[in-house]
Every structure is written in C-alpha cells, then in structure tokens.
C-alpha cells in the first residue's frame, strides 16, 4: 500500500547517531530516524504545496529568540533534505513568514521564490527552494505578530498577572505561520531547537529538555529541545511563561504557574498509573517521558497531544478528576496519532477515533467499567444529536472524508470510537486487543490512512468471510450514518437518571439524588431536561442543583446553554462572566451560537460580549466565533 521516498534507505544506513539527554542530565544516544511517506492516491494531501516524492524534509533545527513587547519569534530554521539526484526543487508551507535569506549550511545564498498567498482554508503560501545539489538549508526569517499558531498573552489574562505568556497551538496547518516546513500529517520530521526568552521566564517544548538552561548573560536564558523520533509537523509545540514543575511519577509530571500547580497537581495525580494501564493494554509507551502543562484558560481546545508534553485546559479542573477522560484521551495519543498519524486530514477519525476508543479502556482501567460505560454514553448520545441534525445520509458522517467538513467531535471522536467498540465486540476483547496493538507495532512513527487500516483489519484480524460481513467494515468506514450493527451502550449504565429525567418532565420533580451522582451522571440528567423550561423552573434547578456554582465546568457549560436558550436574564452575568474567563471553543462558540439564536434578544448581548473577549481568544476560537456571529 505504501513505499519508502527513493534514498531513504542509503540515509538510514549512513547516518551518524545524535546524541540526546534526559532531565537529569545523563546521555541518551540514539539513531536518527526517518519515516516513510505513502504514495498513494488516498495519501495526497491537498493542505500542502510540498513535494515529498520529489524532495521532502526529513530534519528541522530551529534556533529562534521570542520577543514578548513585538509579540513575535524569529531565527533560522535548519532543514536537512532528502531529494533523489536532479531533484533540486525543495517546497515549503509557509504563512505569512517574513524570509529574509535562504543559504546552505556554509552561508552560500540560495535561490528562493514565495509563490501566492491563498486564504482560503489557511493554506498560505508555498517557499520554493533551488536547492543547486545541496542537502541542508538555512532560513533565516520572522514570524509575523498575527501568526495563528501563536498566541501571546499579557500578564493580566495569566493567574499570576505579572509576567508574559506564550503558547503554541499547530493542528492542524498552524504551525506554518512560525516554522518554514513541510506542514504535512503525512511527512514525519525529527526536530530540535535551541529558544531564548527573557528571564525569568521557562520555556517548554514538545521534545526532551537536554539540560539546564544557559544564562546568556543579557537578562536572557536559552533553552534547547531535542525530537530524536520523527512526527509530524503539527506536533511542534512551544510555550513559555511562569511556570514550575512538579513530578507526579518516574516519568510524569505537571507543569503549571505557581498558584494553578497545587489544583493542577491534584487534578492529574492519576497519570502514571493511566500510563501504566495504557501500556498493559497496548504495550510500550515510546516517548519516554509524559509530561503535562496547564496552559492559561485561553487555550482553545480541551488538551493537545504534543509529544512528552501535553497542553491542557485548565477548564477540566473540577476538583475530583472527574474530567480526567481528557488526561486519558491525550495519552492514549501517544500510540494513536502521535505513534501511528493520520496522513491526510480527512482521516483524521485515525488519529481522534482511535485514540477515544483506548481512552475509553484507560478509564475503565483506572476508574471502573461503570464510569467507562456511562462516558461512552454520552458519546453516543453525541452521535445521535449530530445524525439527528443533519441525517443520515450526510456525507461527512462517515469516518473517511475529503477533510471539508465541520461536525464537531461527534463523527470522528464518537463514531469512530463507536466502530472499534463494535469490531471488538464481534471478534471479542482478546484478539481485538492483540489486532490493535500490532497495528500501533507495525505502523510506529508513520503515517497512515483508511484503506491500510481497512487492508489490516481484513488481513490481520478478520476470520472469515461470515466474520468480516458481520463487521461491515467498509460501511463503518466509508459510508455516511450509523451502521445497524453498532455496538449501542448498556441501557443499564443511566438507568436512575434516565428515570429522573421522565420524572421531571412529567411533574417537575428535581431529584433529591442529584448531589451524589457522578459528573457523568449530572451531565447525563442537564443534557436531557425539556427543551423550554420558565424562568421559574430554570431559577429552582439553579437553586436545588447549585448549577450556578458548580466546580465543574463541563455542567456550568450545560447550565448555560439551557439557560440561554430559554432567554433567562439572571444567567447573562454568569454567561458573560464565563466568556470572559475561558478561551476553550468548546465552550465559547456553543454559547455565542446560542445567543445568535436567540435573534433581537440574543445578538445585542453576544455582540457586547464579543467586542470585550474576542481580542482575548486564540485564533482557532476567535474563527469559529466569527462565523457564528456572520451568520443570517
């Protein structure tokens, strides 16, 4: 299905080691890597103006200084190359880079040329590289202050309020706006940086820290990374802020500002024994070390993969690690997206629906099977709500697209999660498990898409034509909707609080249980109250249930959803109160979408909240919120 870019294997075979070291200082040497790259048609990925066939990256060094008053980062980025003999066109993902030179590793100048812009889609511009025989390139440029990948923070929107703080975000073709690369899922690159940032700053990157920072004696330090296993491009990640660290396990810990740490602490001390469980069911963990970072709530997604250093929100921190699904989600990352990618993004369901599944069986390991099984109910539910909305017949509900299509989590999450539920309920927990993970072995650090994973399955897990019908693996995979042979979530798993909800329907009875559930249970009981309720009976709920109050962001969110959506004026502080708060989309773009709903009554107050908050929010929030607010 796939073949190496012609030389890799004379590269692999003379390449010298590199040498790396760990938090404590102590070598670690290892042979450099470099992945292959597939050729097939499903394989093309129209997001890049790269060539990998031709030329491809296979090697990125940067070594860039961050400049917090000009909100903007600049350097030089050292490629190495791999290009068959009379392929001398080397081309580059770039947005919005200033390119000042291009040059060999000697100094010598090298032609370049920045084609077109195109802004659709955020594809930017490609750099095209005469490369005149040579396998190593120096660019030398500037990010621009607008880079999307980038977001600067000023003291008053960090908990501490007296420092600076940056953060990076690259999935899915972000990361061209601060790195000059070939910004492809599909072409995998080993990296190491050298970053320097004001004292007293610290700097955190998605590769492992060689050392101790080094004082350059000009109120800066420089700190340097190195990613000794080649990821994809969008794994890059970098932040930098007041931070410190405290270790959870042998090979986990947490990074935070100093007065988030405590919480945060609290909130992930399960992590090494969810490593633990992660690897007992699908073998080693590659990376390692698993650190964490609790990033500032401006962060505009739940958490990220970024190898050896997860970002998270600090919006799941409730108090009883309740939403610590999302910890399990990014770990199990490490074998699904981050091991094994997606090379397209219209296959991302590779990446998000495997990665839900194993995060679903790191729960049950951790946590019990009923508080996996009431998760994966929610999920469900999920599903159900979407296919509802737009049909069945959809085409972007199918796990396989052509990657333009905006459905939430609901298809690539839930639905695939959903199918690996069933394929393992028809073969039986054992062989899938042993299926599984000699996919995650076979296809270590490389890309991957649908046809290989359906090709796998038909070669390596499926018994027997009678066994393969029963999977209707290709209607999973391919075909839009549900499939009728879905593995449905036990009824049994919110059977007490699907009776509350009838109850309050019928006679609005508030459950005097509520208080003892689970978080999953709460959300369960919000999610599925009638549609319209009064004023009245939304100020009892609040009153009875504390919703107003609550810890948990995820049911605060929930709260005011159903709040505004029944035009309840009380909610609009809290509402606006929240938006301000929090950068998470998840979160933001729901709640101004309501509001947009709400015609004459809603657009005037998310009109007013979003001159205040939209500067605040990252480029991927402030985006989906644009739309929303531009809709009729």
């Not at 998270?312 to 921190?317: A, E, S």
């Amino acid at each position: 299905m796939y073949r190496l870019a012609s030389g890799i294997a004379i590269l692999l075979a003379t390449a010298a080691c590199t040498t790396m070291e760990d938090r404590d200082g102590m070598p670690i040497v290892t042979e450099p890597m470099v992945a292959p790259i597939l050729t097939t048609p499903e394989a093309q990925d129209n997001l890049t103006y790269a060539e990998p066939e031709k030329a491809r990256v296979t090697h990125v060094a940067l070594d860039l200084a961050l400049d917090f008053a000009a909100k903007r980062v600049g350097g030089t980025a050292d490629l190495r190359v791999l290009a068959d003999p009379g392929d001398e066109r080397l081309v580059l993902d770039t947005n919005g880079l200033e390119i000042s030179r291009v040059t060999d590793h000697v100094g010598r100048d090298l032609t370049f040329e920045i084609g077109e812009q195109v802004e659709e889609g955020g594809k930017g511009a490609p750099l095209t590289v005469m490369l005149n025989g040579v396998r190593n390139v120096r660019i030398h440029y500037m990010a621009p202050a607008d880079a999307e990948a980038l977001q600067w923070l000023s003291p008053e929107q960090t908990a501490g309020g007296e420092y600076f703080f940056l953060f990076s975000q690259g999935q899915a073709i972000l990361n061209r706006t601060w790195i000059p690369t070939q910004d492809s899922p599909g072409i995998r690159q080993t990296w190491e940086a050298r970053i320097t940032a004001p004292k007293p700053l610290d700097v955190v990157m998605s590769g492992v820290a060689q050392g101790e920072p080094e004082d350059l004696g000009d109120g800066r330090r420089a700190f340097r990374f190195v990613m000794d296993k080649p990821v994809p491009p969008y794994l890059i990640a970098i932040a930098a802020g007041d931070i410190d660290f405290r270790a959870i396990g042998p090979r986990t810990g947490v990074w935070a500002e100093p007065s988030v740490l405590p919480r945060a602490y609290a909130e992930v001390g399960d992590t090494e024994e969810m490593v633990v469980a992660a690897e007992e069911l699908y073998g080693e963990y590659r990376w390692g070390r698993y650190d964490m970072i609790v990033l500032p709530p401006a962060f505009p997604y739940g958490g990220m993969e970024n190898p050896v250093m997860t970002f998270l929100t600090p919006t799941f921190i409730a108090g009883d690690r309740s939403n610590n699904g999302l910890v399990a989600h990014e770990l199990a990352h490490s074998w699904s997206g981050n091991l094994v990618t997606n090379a397209v993004w219209g296959d991302s369901w590779l990446n998000e629906g495997v990665t839900t599944y194993f995060e679903n069986r790191i729960v049950e390991a951790v946590y019990g099977k009923k508080r996996a099984e009431q998760e994966a109910a929610l999920m469900y539910a999920n599903i159900q709500e979407v296919l509802s909305e737009v049909g069945n017949d959809a085409p972007g509900t199918a796990l396989s697209t052509d990657g333009g299509y905006e459905l939430g989590s609901a298809i690539a999450y839930d639905k695939g999660a959903f199918f690996l539920r069933t394929v393992e309920r028809i073969v039986g927990r054992e062989r899938f498990d042993a299926w599984l993970q000699q996919w995650f072995d076979n296809h270590a650090f490389q890309p991957a898409t649908s046809e290989m994973f359906y090709d796998d399955m038909m070669q390596n897990l499926v018994a027997s034509e009678q066994e393969a019908k029963a999977m209707m693996l290709r209607d999973w995979i391919f075909a839009p909707g549900l499939p009728s042979n879905v593995a449905k979530p036990e009824p049994a798993a919110f059977a007490a609080v699907d009776a509350a909800v009838e109850a309050y329907a019928a006679s609005r009875v508030i459950p005097a249980a509520y208080s003892g559930w689970t978080a999953a249970e709460q959300m369960r009981f919000l999610d599925n109250l009638p549609a319209t309720l009064s004023a009245e009976e939304l100020a009892q709920l609040d009153a009875s249930l504390g919703l107003s109050g609550t810890g948990n962001n995820e049911i605060l969110f929930l709260w005011l959803e159903m709040a505004l959506e029944n035009r309840y004026a009380p909610a609009v502080p809290l509402a606006e109160e929240f938006l301000a708060r929090v950068g998470r989309a998840k979160f933001v773009r729901p709640l101004f979408g309501v509001l947009w709903d709400q015609g004459d009554w809603g657009r005037p107050i998310a009109q007013r909240i979003y001159a205040k908050t939209r500067d605040s929010y990252h480029a991927v929030t402030r985006a989906g919120v644009d739309r929303v607010m531009a809709a009729d």
